[in-house]
C-alpha cells in the first residue's frame, strides 16, 4: 500500500475510500519518507464517495459541496 501517493488530495480521499480513516492520534503526520503504518484495527470510518471541484466553481457551489463532504484545497 503507497499510503497518499505524495500527499494529493485525491490519492489521500482514494485512500479513505479504499482502506479507511485513522485520527491523527493514531497516525499522525510526521513529513518522513517511511513504510507506511497504517492498521486496520485502528480505522474509524472510509470516505463514502469523492469529487473535484475546479477553478471557477462560485462560492455557492462550493456551500453546496460543502453541506455534504468535508473539502480540501491546494493553493
Not at 2 to 7: D, I, P, S, V, W
Not at 11 to 23: A, L, P, S, V
Not at 38 to 66: M, P
Request: net charge positive; glycine share 14%.
Amino acid at each position: 500500500m503507497g499510503g497518499c501517493q505524495g500527499g494529493w488530495m485525491d490519492g489521500c480521499w482514494k485512500m479513505g475510500k479504499d482502506h479507511g480513516i485513522m485520527t491523527n492520534d493514531d497516525y499522525p503526520y510526521t513529513a518522513k519518507h517511511e513504510r507506511c503504518k497504517h492498521d486496520y484495527n485502528k480505522v474509524w470510518g472510509f470516505v463514502t464517495g469523492y469529487k473535484q471541484i475546479h477553478e471557477g466553481t462560485n462560492i455557492s457551489e462550493i456551500k453546496a459541496v460543502l453541506k455534504k463532504t468535508p473539502l480540501s484545497i491546494a493553493v
